[in-house]
Each structure stands twice: as C-alpha cells, then as structure tokens.
C-alpha cells in the first residue's frame, strides 16, 4: 500500500511532523502551507479550528501555467498568494514549510509574501 521511502523522504516527514505538533491555524491567524514536486508549487492557507481552505494557489493555473518548482516561480507565487490575502482581509498567518529546509523556494516564497503586507 505505501511504498518504500527513501532516507530523504522520511527525514521530510519526520520533520514534518514535528513541527505540525506545534503550529496550528485559526480564523485570526491561519496557516499557510507549502508543499512542492519537482515540477509544481502548492500553498494553501487553510483554517484548522473549521477544516476549511481560505486561499490556495499552484503552477497548476492557467494564470501561473509557465512558472516551474524554482525560486523566480516561488516569488511570483509567494506575491500572488499575498495579494489574494489582501482581498480576503487576511494579514497573519502561520507558515506551515511541511518539513521542507527553510531555503530556495520555500524561502522565497515566504519573503514574497511578507513583502506584499502580511506577517508571519
């Protein structure tokens, strides 16, 4: 049923875990996941006291169909998210990186978002 993970994968959700031991979301400050493949970015900001989504946004748009897993992309991504947040009077939000290190896209698209107005 599940395949085998190999030692990356499992250090990734191992961190992954640990840290979601510790972050949650709610409806003043809901948390802004990132989840990435080798071809597409993912983020989500999502409300855990109610279960739902707020915003969402992936390469997978038609609007954002040319961006790839990089860091120019993550930007674009990370801006584009910001300014979604915006229209919804969001500001806060907990970043939720899913176990990923804190660098390349995943930092950019957090700094991205920050320079749009909302606070980490």
């Given at each position: 049923m599940f395949k085998k993970l190999n030692d990356k994968q499992r250090k990734r959700l191992h961190r992954k875990v640990h840290?979601?031991?510790?972050?949650?979301?709610?409806?003043?400050?809901?948390?802004?996941?990132?989840?990435k493949s080798g071809k597409n970015i993912y983020v989500q900001v999502i409300n855990d006291d109610a279960g739902n989504t707020l915003a969402s946004i992936s390469t997978l748009e038609k609007e954002f169909a040319s961006l790839n897993s990089n860091?120019?992309?993550?930007?674009?991504?990370?801006?584009?998210?910001?300014?979604?947040?915006?229209?919804?009077?969001?500001?806060?939000i907990?970043?939720?990186?899913?176990?990923?290190l804190y660098h390349g896209a995943v930092k950019a698209l957090a700094d991205a978002a920050r320079g749009t107005g909302i606070e980490f």
């Amino acid at each position: 049923m599940f395949k085998k993970l190999n030692d990356k994968q499992r250090k990734r959700l191992h961190r992954k875990v640990h840290i979601r031991k510790s972050i949650y979301g709610t409806a003043e400050r809901p948390r802004m996941t990132v989840s990435k493949s080798g071809k597409n970015i993912y983020v989500q900001v999502i409300n855990d006291d109610a279960g739902n989504t707020l915003a969402s946004i992936s390469t997978l748009e038609k609007e954002f169909a040319s961006l790839n897993s990089n860091v120019e992309s993550a930007k674009k991504l990370g801006e584009a998210i910001g300014n979604r947040l915006k229209e919804k009077n969001i500001t806060k939000i907990v970043f939720d990186r899913n176990g990923y290190l804190y660098h390349g896209a995943v930092k950019a698209l957090a700094d991205a978002a920050r320079g749009t107005g909302i606070e980490f």
